[in-house]
Structure formats: structure tokens, C-alpha cells
């Protein structure tokens, strides 16, 4: 399998399975219900770690929960703890909603404290990082490659967390200082703190998964300085950390990207509750995972039909077979995880009749359907293909009725009726 790779700027090779594969994905801060855009990485990181295991890789996937942090702070003075508590619950419920499954590991920042401290003092003790008043900061002079994976130049590097009692202009903060209204810190060699975001994802990465490990993954608004920043506390400490950068092209919202300022909020929950999570992971396979993806009434209308096209096919016999076509499914997968050449194969299968490896490829997306239709319902289809054959069509459009009624659609075909759930 090939991925694209930001720090390689092409496309690299994993491991013939059944290597272990080692993803690390950047997650939320936790302060409110996330956007449908933040769904983005944690669908394509657990779609990714079910297609490896599919092709037999051993996968683990760790994705991180930020739960300290100046967001939280500012969005519950003096109850940060409390509200990051509940904030981490909405996240958990949130994503279960679509289906797939949870991470096999889900750290938390509070929870990994004294590993951040220890990894800070090891920078330190080797002339990585130095403290001022009670913050630390990352010397970026020391690092020769600082700058190479969102591609500046080391001494052009734009200035970050401004700091006049910074050595430099481009060093960042690893431990900050606990300042009035801050309402979560700990104790630390370098007085009372917290630990800066990127020092957080470094070391919970390396605790789950090691040293060294294959993939990290987050939006593309992580380039720099997040993932940046990452790179150097792990490689300065001698560390290889992560191989392959996968950045997903973020969701743009009416064709600008969904920001809260431009009021343009629409959080992962309400478009589960509007449009059905199978509509939306759906929506989701219709972009290139490294493009932007455009979230509109009309994108989301259209993946419905698409979704209803494939409920309607399942729902009918099967008409053609060929288990060869796996391999097509597979090739687009295979080449940087091309979700919509993949769904292109699905839609040929689709229009051929192909449902067992229409059932099998959907699978892979947390899209499998084989609804289990009620009795009465059944009774009704029955009785209406019964009707049809005694060409009473007034008795069987009054059945469609009442079948639509329970909530199903139906599809006719040569003696039967197919039926399908109307969402
Ligand atoms: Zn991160």
C-alpha cells in the first residue's frame, strides 16, 4: 500500500503486511460539541485501520484527547476541569454515532503529566530547551531541520507564542506557567503549569506506540506549527517518531472553510441527526482524503441518492457475480486510499447486481446494510406482489402506501418486492 506523505512529498510504501502498523491522529480539544469537519480524521483514521486489518496488517490506532488547554480555560473560568470532562463525554458519544468503532487507544493529556515532564527535562538536560520564569521553551536554533516538513526555511520561520523573554522568536512553549484564572495546573520543577499542546501529542504518541511508528495523521491546518513542532521535541531527543504524514484537506463549509466566526457551525450530531450517519460517511468517501470536501444542502442531497441507489440494489436479487472485480476495489484502496475511485467500483457493482462484493466493499466503510426487515412489513411486500401478479395495481399501490407508511421503500422486480429502510 501507498500513502501520500507530507514530509516526503509523494507517495511511500508501507510494509507487506502482516507487519504491525503503529497510527497516531491528532484529536480534539474539548471544550464543545465538535464540528462535522473535525469528524474528518477520526472517519478516515478508523476506515484506514479497517482496511489494513482487512489486508492483514495488525493496526493500532491511538488518538489523543487535548484536555487542557487555553480554549477550555476561556470557555469555563474557573471550572475548566469539570467542563473538559463533560466536553471529552460529547466527543466519545458523538463519534459513536457513526458506527465505526472507537480507536484502540484514546489518551488524554491530564493523564500523561508526568511523562511530559520527563521528556521536557530530558530537552533540557541536553540543551533542547531552557525555562524562563516558570515557562519552557523548545530552542529551534539547535534543530537544523526545523521547518522541513511544512517546507521553510529554518531562519524564516514565522515568530510563534510571542514571548519578548524568548532567546528567539521562532521557539515555542513546551510547559507553560500557570496564570491567574488558570484553574487546572500541576506541579512541576519549573513551578506551578500545564504542558503545551505539542509537547502532549510527542510524548502520548510515543507512549502508545513507541519510538518509532508508521503514520500520524491530522488536518492540514496541523502542518505547522503542531506537527512541525512535534517532529523536533521526538527527533531532537534522537527519536525517529513518526514516518509517513497524512494531512486531510479540511471541510469547507459552502466553499469557505467552516469556522465559527462565519457562523457557518453545523456540529457532527446535528448532521448525523439531519442526514443519517450512512449519508454522511458516504458524503465523506466522495473526496480524496487529502482534498478539501465541500459540506452544502447539495453534497449531502447527493450523497443521499447515492446511499439510497446502494439500499436499493442490496435490497434486490443478486444479478452478477465476479469475484475477480475484488481486485479493482482493492487497487484504487492500495493507491494513497482513493475513496472516490472506490466508490466509483461500488457504483459499477451497484449497477450490475454484484451484492456480495457490493456488501463486502461497503463493509470496509462502516457502510454494510443488510437491514433485518419486520414481519408485518414482510407480510405487506407479499401481499402486494401477490397483488401485482393478479395485476390488482389499486390494491398493490394502496399496499406501497402502507409499507411507506412503516417507514420502508419498496423496489418491484420480476416476483418479488425488495424493500429498503426510506433513510
Ligand atoms: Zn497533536
Not at 469555563?76 to 484502540?104: C, H, I, K, N, Q
Not at 466522495?286 to 459540506?295: E, N, Q, R, V
Amino acid at each position: 500500500m501507498r500513502l501520500s506523505s507530507t514530509w516526503h512529498r509523494e507517495k511511500v510504501d508501507l510494509p507487506e503486511p502482516p507487519a504491525t502498523i503503529g497510527i497516531y491522529t491528532c484529536g480534539p480539544t474539548v471544550y464543545q460539541r465538535i464540528h462535522v469537519g473535525n469528524a474528518r480524521p477520526f472517519v478516515l483514521s478508523m476506515w484506514l485501520r479497517a482496511w489494513l486489518r482487512e489486508q492483514g496488517y495488525s493496526v493500532k490506532l491511538v488518538e489523543n484527547i487535548t484536555d487542557v488547554n487555553d480554549k477550555i480555560y476561556d470557555a469555563a473560568p474557573g471550572a475548566s476541569a469539570e467542563l473538559a470532562r463533560r466536553a471529552t463525554r460529547w466527543y466519545v458519544e458523538d463519534t459513536d454515532l457513526l458506527g465505526l468503532g472507537r480507536p484502540d487507544a484514546e489518551p488524554r493529556a491530564t493523564e500523561t503529566v508526568p511523562e511530559i515532564v520527563a521528556a521536557i527535562e530530558q530537552l533540557i538536560e541536553q540543551g533542547y530547551a531552557y525555562a524562563v520564569d516558570g515557562d519552557v521553551y523548545f530552542r529551534v536554533g539547535r534543530y537544523a531541520e526545523y521547518g522541513r516538513l511544512s517546507g521553510q526555511r529554518p531562519d524564516q520561520v514565522a515568530e510563534q507564542e510571542p514571548n519578548p523573554r524568548k532567546e528567539d522568536p521562532r521557539d515555542f512553549a513546551l510547559w507553560k506557567a500557570n496564570k491567574p484564572g488558570e484553574d487546572t495546573w500541576w506541579d512541576s520543577p519549573w513551578g506551578r503549569g500545564r504542558p503545551g499542546w505539542h509537547i502532549e501529542c510527542s510524548v502520548m504518541a510515543e507512549k502508545e506506540l513507541g519510538p518509532s511508528f508508521d503514520i500520524h495523521m491530522g488536518g492540514i491546518d496541523l502542518v505547522f506549527p503542531h506537527h512541525e513542532n512535534e517532529i523536533a521535541q521526538s527527533r531532537a531527543l534522537g527519536r525517529e517518531f513518526a514516518r509517513i504524514w497524512m494531512h486531510n484537506g479540511l471541510l469547507r463549509f459552502t466553499g469557505e472553510k467552516m469556522s465559527k466566526s462565519a457562523g457557518n457551525v453545523v456540529t457532527l450530531r446535528e448532521a448525523v441527526e439531519r442526514w443519517g450517519r450512512e449519508t454522511l460517511l458516504l458524503f465523506f468517501m466522495t473526496a480524496h482524503w487529502s482534498k478539501p470536501i465541500d459540506f452544502s444542502e447539495e453534497t449531502m442531497a447527493q450523497a443521499q441518492a447515492q446511499w439510497r441507489g446502494f439500499q436499493e440494489a442490496l435490497a434486490l436479487p443478486e444479478t452478477g457475480e465476479d469475484v475477480q472485480d475484488w481486485s479493482r476495489f482493492e487497487a484504487a484502496l492500495e493507491d494513497d486510499f482513493n475513496t472516490p475511485d472506490a466508490l466509483a467500483v461500488l457504483h459499477e457493482w451497484r449497477g450490475r447486481g454484484s451484492n456480495t462484493l457490493l456488501q463486502r466493499g461497503l463493509a470496509v466503510f462502516g457502510l454494510a446494510v443488510q437491514p433485518s426487515v419486520p414481519e408485518d412489513v414482510r407480510r405487506l411486500a407479499d401481499e402486494r406482489t401477490a397483488a401485482r401478479e393478479a395485476r390488482d395495481f389499486a390494491r398493490a399501490d394502496e399496499l406501497r402506501r402502507r409499507i411507506e407508511e412503516l417507514g420502508w421503500q419498496t423496489t418491484d422486480y420480476r416476483g418479488g418486492t425488495a424493500l429498503w429502510p426510506r433513510r
